[in-house]
């Protein structure tokens, strides 16, 4: 296996490595304005500004150069070859690569070695690189720190084992903020005797084989991403160490467990898996043509990784000799759903993004009960608020808790009076003359003796109100009152008038005023007598005539004449008022 190949070839080679002497053939420009040019070598020369160095020292194998602030900038003019070692404590050296390639031929390009060093590549043009023709690893750490921030590193070294590295550590700490790192490894954290902080936040790493972080490093991932094409690991390898702890690699042998805090960045390999955990394989990206792989023993907290969607590994940490690795999988986003147990809500779900607070939370409302807030479970649970930081990782569903109101004693009920036509006096009601609008009589209701209010006490409804009939008005009673009363009262033709009156030979001639509207006819009579007692009738059965002669009367007699309308309405004639009596003398 790759890295177990690694780790034994690292471990009988590194100490006579560092030994190696790496000679130094550079040339920097200090930034700012030239006040003293300090000769390193004959082919070096540090042009520096402001600070003035208290020692350079030339070696076949470092350059010591210390300011009076510990801190140098360094922006590269052209290229170098071989080795560079950081090793005068308290160091910080920053090489800015300039837009400029930068190539190794052999060995290391810098190694870090004493505890207070920081060594910061960066690029402010954007296409600068070191590239390591063949070799060990670019930038070797044994203690103090390596941050990088641009540029490209290269390792053109083939082969899966011992100096195909990008960065290799043994200590200190990795920080990788932005930048390119292009190897068969382009980070490798393995050693198993001192402790590696990493932490990555951007970036690129293009592996052959993989990136791998073991033994007993500490590594937190924000951001960044992780790429590899190979067939036998995924893109990054987070595995154990097994060392041995007596002259034998066969025997006495004792795992140290990495732990790995991951909350962002990228993992791709199309041929195998995103992120290997101890042979067990996690996509987070959903890149992986073998999915994920979840072995036996392995187990994942509360949910199963899938493909189709990105996930956030939050920790994974080895718990012991024997046991795989506990690993804690949170969805970036995550469903809630509301259950309002009982009651019924307008909003049953939202989306929450781990590490936010949830936000506004719906209101759910159930008749009797009092709402107490949503919890975790339908019985006991934890409280949620609108500020507590979702944490689960996870699709879950909140509970609506209840407190039930006491019930409101109930007021008492007035028995309602129950109206009808034995307690209850209607009057206002009687027959009218059609007007050709809707008629409403002025009706006034009396209850047990006491007058009722119209609307308050009772309402009013009118049927066939407007022409010449039968009309009807409903009483319906309400508030203290109950029941419903009809009453009806007929609307009469209008009446007509005698226009004039001829007295003949025996005869009498008519004529009176024309009734159209809602008129059928006109009905005659005559007589000898004032009160009408002996009468003779003449039914005239058009509106539109409006004379006649009333034949066979007596001589010399005196007449008395009258004359009304009259409509038919379902077969039954609905009269006028009469005229005016005239009387006249027959010859």
Known sequence: MYIRYKMEAKLMKKKSLLLVLITFILSVVCMNITKKEAMASEQYTCVCNGEYYTSWTVAADELSAKSKSGTIKMIADETMSQGYRINNPGQTITLDLNGKNIETLDYYFVVISEEENTFVLEDSVGTGSVIQEQGYGCIDIYAGSFIMNGGS?????????????????????????????????????????????????????????????????????????????????????IDNMTYNTGASYNNDREKIFPKVKITGGEFHNPNFSGIQIMGYNIDTTGNSNFGNVIGEGYRLSDMVVTGDRTDTIEEIIYKSYLTAPYVKVVQTESKVTFDANGGSVSQTSKIVAYGNEYGELPIPIRNGYEFEGWYTDKTAGVKITEQTKFEEGKDITLYARWKKVPEAPKPVVKEKIKANKSNTKITGISNKVYTGKNIKPNVKVVCLGKTLVKNKDYTLKYSSNKKVGKASVKITFKGDY?????????????????????????????KWTKRKAQVSGYQIICSTSKNFKSKKVVNIKTYKTTKTTIKKLKSNKKYYVKIRTYKVVRGKKYYSEWSKVKSIKVK
């Open 153 to 237: 590193i290269i390792n053109k070294s083939s082969g899966d084992g011992y100096g195909t590295e990008g960065i290799y550590s043994e200590g200190g700490s990795v920080t990788i903020n932005g930048g390119r790192i292009e190897a068969t490894c382009p980070v490798d954290i393995t050693y198993y005797e001192t402790t590696t902080y990493f932490t990555m936040t951007g970036g690129t790493l293009i592996a052959d084989y993989c990136s791998v972080i073991a033994s007993n490093s500490e590594a937190v991932i924000s951001g960044g991403s992780f790429w590899s094409n190979g067939n036998e690991f995924g893109a990054l390898v």
């Open 482 to 510: 109950t029941g419903t009363i009809t009453k009806n009262f007929n609307i009469k033709p209008k009446s007509t008038k005698i226009t004039k009156i001829t007295a003949g030979k025996k005869n009498i001639q008519i």
